[in-house]
């Protein structure tokens, strides 16, 4: 675990692609600054890793971006969400604080100690998340100036079985669940997920995830800017926890790219 700028990366797509395909939680890379305040041990923190991590979904996104008619551009989170969770309100409306899952993790998730009580998370905040989503901003801004909208598909996975953080566990775990907001997901939308993921299992709605990723800026504003979260149950792709990709990844990567092209159209 190195110091490697820079902590994200915003790949081109078609100049006329609406497309964002988003993939925040897909890296293990810890900077040794950030790693230094993290009180697991080496092999604590590689078993948190494995639990933590949206394994190979970054390949995911690149497969489907190959596979699709026009090519989406894929904004890329290059560090661990262990450094901060881009997508996490940075303030006291975050839910997961309730875990200590804040925009910077104080808690691992099996609720054992990340970072010790009193850690001051405003230096990772600064160097880190403020940044990311500006770039994000920047992004989705760029797609509406080229196309008139802009279409936010986060990419995600989570565990066959809950683990112990986890505030809505409880519920139903399909093989994608298909995370909406009211005003950023229309039935559409919708729709043409549902249909793209037939080939791979049952497709289920906000649960055990809910909601979408829209840069604030927008958020609740402009509904030129759609948003799905799509969450993979990683059994249907990968060996749990934090194992190599199996055949299930290819067969995602098509479901995901017939997406794209649905929606572009």
Do not use: Q
């Not at 690149?62 to 997508?87: H, K």
């Not at 080229?146 to 279409?151: D, F, H, N, P």
């Not at 953080?165 to 950023?184: K, N, S």
């Amino acid at each position: 675990m190195t110091d490697v700028p820079p902590s994200f990366a915003f790949l081109p797509g078609a100049a006329d692609s609406p497309v964002i395909l988003h993939v925040p939680h897909s890296s293990r890379e810890i900077p040794a600054a950030v790693r230094s305040g993290i009180v697991l041990d080496d092999t604590g923190l590689e078993r948190e890793l494995d639990h933590i991590t949206d394994a190979h979904t970054a390949e995911l996104a690149e497969a489907a971006a190959r596979a699709a008619g026009l090519t989406p551009w894929r904004f890329v989170n290059r560090l661990s969400r262990l450094v901060v969770d881009p997508e996490r309100f940075p303030d006291e409306r975050e839910e997961m604080l309730a875990v200590g899952m804040g925009a910077v993790y104080t808690r691992t998730t099996h609720k054992e100690v990340l970072r010790p009580d009193g850690y001051d998370a405003g230096p990772l905040i600064e160097r880190y998340f403020r940044p990311y989503a500006e770039a994000m901003t920047e992004a989705v801004a760029g797609r509406l100036a080229a196309t008139g909208r802009a279409v936010i598909i986060d990419v995600h996975s989570y565990p066959r079985a809950p683990l112990p953080y986890e505030l809505h566990g409880a519920g139903p775990r399909p093989a994608v669940c298909l995370g909406t907001d009211p005003f950023h997901t229309p039935s559409g939308l919708l729709d043409a997920a549902r249909e793209a993921f037939a080939p791979c299992g049952e497709t289920g709605l906000d649960s055990p995830f809910a909601g979408t990723y829209v840069p604030l800026e927008f958020y609740g504003k402009r509904a030129e800017v759609t948003a799905l979260m799509v969450e993979i149950r990683r059994d249907t792709y990968m060996s749990e926890p934090g194992g190599p990709a199996g055949p299930g990844l290819s067969r995602l990567a098509s479901a995901l790219g017939a997406l794209v092209d649905a929606v572009t159209r």
